[in-house]
């Protein structure tokens, strides 16, 4: 089975932190992906990578940045942590894309609340 | 661009009532279409999907049929269980879309014994 980890569940940054979230997949998926989620939202694509060291924005990259340094690790970064950044963050990772013949697979989340 | 619509939450049902939760989407081009299940705690996992035009997606007691004409893409089960506690995502991705995942907003779904 393909585990995604996310290193935190919780976290509680105050406003202005730089704020790291790590994620790390076990199964050597190309693909890699950050999402929010909030109530009422649905899931929402912050950053995507296809490759070590490739990145490309989602739907809502305002205020995060993304890193690819290694295939199995793909890292969310909010440089300044604001109110609004207060959600759930899910990762996850796929062999190729996410069409039909390769599925995501998620992290548990991690429930970031900004202060 | 593309877009998916479910149903409001929540929805609470007694154990071995019939489930439907209602999806439809507006896609640009052929879109194959997903749904995701996210238990309490845990992150999202698929449940089915379905590539083509009345196509049926089914897994788990769950299915789901492809209906272009109505651009939907309603989940049903027969019989839920408390164990069916969760909260429903319809999706669909798009290859004029780049294959992006577009979700729905999720659908709560309450089981009582």
């Known amino acids: 089975d393909v585990k995604v980890t996310q290193s935190s569940r919780y976290l509680v940054k105050r406003t202005g932190e730089k704020v790291f979230l790590e994620c790390v997949q076990d199964?050597?998926?190309?693909?890699m992906f950050w999402y929010r989620q909030d109530p009422g939202l649905g899931l929402r694509l912050i950053y995507f990578?296809?490759?070590?060291?490739?990145?490309e924005k989602g739907d809502i990259p305002e205020g995060y940045s993304v890193s690819r340094e290694k295939k199995e690790r793909f890292s969310l970064i909010l440089e300044s942590a604001s109110t609004n950044q207060t959600s759930m963050y899910l990762c996850?990772?796929?062999?190729?894309?996410?069409?039909?013949?390769?599925?995501?697979?998620f992290g548990n989340g991690t429930r970031l609340t900004v202060t | 661009g593309n877009s998916v619509t479910q149903m409001e939450g929540p929805v609470t049902l007694s154990e071995e009532a019939f489930l439907t939760i209602n999806c439809t989407y507006t896609?640009?081009?052929?879109?194959?279409l997903f749904w995701y299940v996210q238990y309490p705690g845990e992150g999202l996992q698929l449940l089915l999907k379905?590539?083509?035009?009345?196509d049926k997606g089914s897994n788990k007691g769950f299915e789901a049929t492809y209906r272009k004409e109505t651009t939907s893409f309603h989940l049903e089960k027969g019989s839920v269980q408390v164990s069916d506690s969760a909260v429903y995502f319809c999706?669909?991705?798009?290859?004029?879309?780049?294959?992006?995942?577009?979700f729905g907003a999720g659908t709560i779904l309450r089981v009582k014994s």
């Open positions: 996850a990772s796929s062999l190729l894309g996410t069409g039909v013949n390769s599925p995501l697979h």
């Open positions: 199964m050597d998926h190309e693909n």
């Open positions: 990578s296809y490759d070590v060291k490739m990145k």
């Open positions: 896609a640009t081009g052929y879109p194959s």
């Open positions: 379905a590539t083509k035009a009345d």
């Open positions: 999706a669909l991705s798009d290859l004029r879309n780049g294959n992006k995942l577009v």
